[in-house]
């Protein structure tokens, strides 16, 4: 175990001294081809991705395991928080993403290889979180991780949410209408007229949303 400590934080440290590297090489991107800007960007949404599986094996590790903790410590998101200096929210979004990856190697190896970029992973962890156990189970599958990683593959993230949504509705059709009808129960909308123009605050369900955003666009 304590080779492998020490083995993770080396990486970690070469990582480090990478990426110093990399921020005082790019000093005049203005003057690159634009070609090549996104393709630098592109190439450092993989290395995102690629973090995202070992830290949150970690994570998941760090709240699955008991250890002592003073009094008024909390739960171990709030001390990952407290150390890390990350947002509890975010603490509890990386976990979820974590629990989507053990449960689907063919999504964590292309998270990892860059072929899935975080923003797909975070909109599959959020549908994950709010399926049925029969949906889980569909996506834990050999089936449903490979149209998970085709879907991901194909489209940008919005679409991805929609192309999803749309795949795992068609699994559980009766627990997809439960959730709609919650969802709908949950509307409000409150328009406020001030000094400065009409203030809008409100919440509707996913495909009043989709609709609205469609008019919009």
Do not use: N, Y
Request: proline share 5%; glycine share 6%.
């Amino acid at each position: 175990m304590a080779d492998e400590v020490a083995a993770a934080s080396a990486c970690v440290h070469e990582a480090l001294a990478v990426l110093r590297r990399l921020d005082a090489v790019v000093r005049a991107p203005e003057s690159w081809p634009g070609a090549q800007r996104t393709s630098l960007l592109a190439g450092v949404e993989r290395v995102r991705a690629a973090l995202v599986g070992p830290a949150s094996r970690v994570l998941l590790a760090h709240r699955d395991t008991p250890s002592p903790r003073r009094p008024g410590q909390g739960a171990a998101t709030a001390v990952v928080a407290a150390v890390t200096r990350v947002d509890e929210v975010e603490v509890r979004k990386q976990l979820s993403q974590g629990e989507a990856l053990a449960d689907m190697p063919s999504v964590a190896r292309d998270v990892t290889e860059g072929l899935m970029p975080v923003g797909h992973l975070t909109v599959l962890a959020q549908v994950r979180d709010r399926a049925s156990g029969v949906v889980r189970e569909w996506l834990a599958s050999a089936a449903g991780q490979e149209t998970v990683t085709a879907l991901a593959r194909l489209h940008e993230v919005r679409a991805f949410r929609r192309a999803l949504v749309e795949r795992v509705a068609a699994i559980d059709p009766p627990a997809l209408e439960a959730d709609h009808q919650g969802q709908r129960r949950a509307r409000s909308l409150v328009l406020s007229d001030r000094p400065d123009g009409t203030h809008l605050r409100g919440r509707i369900d996913l495909m009043a949303g989709a609709r609205l955003r469609r008019a919009l666009e």
